[in-house]
């Protein structure tokens, strides 16, 4: 298993065929620009409010941003794409989702062979990594079809909201809207994994058996975490070629927990 991390993308940005730096030594900023420019830069208020759109300009790159005051001052911070970040979240969880459970599996016991040798933590680990990598593939996923869906085509006749689930969105709202559908297997996977999200978000007791949760556990135990990231993938490029898209470097990075000591 290897998953070599993704590149993460603004929201809006753009690739140049000439050198920024270069360019900006050739312009004359007229006055009344560095004016307007000078006025922003000293107000409280933020470019929204201002009525400008903020952009950070790399030398072969112009990637849309927004402003935030922090101090009083005023930081530019990229404004990156939530599906890749949400994604990327899921991926670095990955390979931890794998290796505690499979850590879980080999220390318990059979049954009828006791349990003063295990560790009740190996569960807590895996269920904390699993949770998080379901939750974020289908943020990812959430969030890819809201940026996709034209709000109008949630209002109704009485343009009024009308809040879709997302199996809606994915499987009928974004075909209609492309013009084109996924292939299957992949809205099955999709679904299994929006399911066992819901049953985690929403996780209560059965209170008909002996222990309130078994059910959902042996779910995230039997649940095909590899498979599910890779149609997560399939399914957003499917749509939008090439969102997501390896690193060149070919490296995977995952979480690593660290100790420190209280004071």
Not at 9 to 17: A, F, R, V
Not at 69 to 92: D, S
Not at 202 to 230: C, I, M, S, W
Request: net charge neutral; glycine share 4%.
């Amino acid at each position: 298993m290897h998953f070599t991390h993704i590149k993460i993308k603004g929201t809006k940005e753009y690739d140049l065929d000439f050198s920024m730096t270069e360019f900006m030594q050739e312009v004359n900023v007229p006055e009344e620009s560095k004016k307007i420019a000078t006025d922003y830069i000293k107000s409280k208020k933020l470019d929204d409010e201002s009525g400008f759109d903020s952009m950070m300009l790399f030398d072969r790159k112009v990637i849309f941003s927004f402003d935030y005051l922090h101090n009083n001052q005023k930081l530019e911070i990229p404004e990156l794409n939530p599906v890749l970040i949400f994604y990327t979240n899921a991926l670095r969880s990955l390979r931890n989702t794998i290796n505690s459970r499979d850590e879980l599996l080999k220390n318990s016991p059979k049954v009828g062979e006791g349990s003063t040798s295990i560790n009740i933590s190996d569960f807590g680990n895996f269920f904390a990594y699993a949770s998080n990598c379901i939750i974020n593939l289908q943020a990812a996923l959430e969030s890819f079809a809201n940026s996709q869906i034209p709000y109008e085509r949630f209002l109704n006749e009485d343009d009024e909201f009308i809040e879709r689930s997302i199996s809606h969105k994915l499987f009928t709202m974004i075909p209609a809207e492309k013009g084109f559908r996924v292939k299957k297997p992949h809205p099955n996977v999709i679904e299994d994994l929006i399911q066992l999200r819901n049953k985690i978000i929403h996780l209560k007791p059965q209170q008909e058996t002996n222990t309130g949760y078994k059910n959902v556990y042996r779910k995230l135990l039997k649940f095909d975490y590899e498979r599910a990231v890779r149609s997560t993938r399939l399914f957003i490029n499917h749509y939008q070629t090439k969102l997501i898209e390896d690193c060149e470097c070919g490296k995977e990075f995952f979480y690593v927990l660290n100790s420190i000591e209280s004071k």
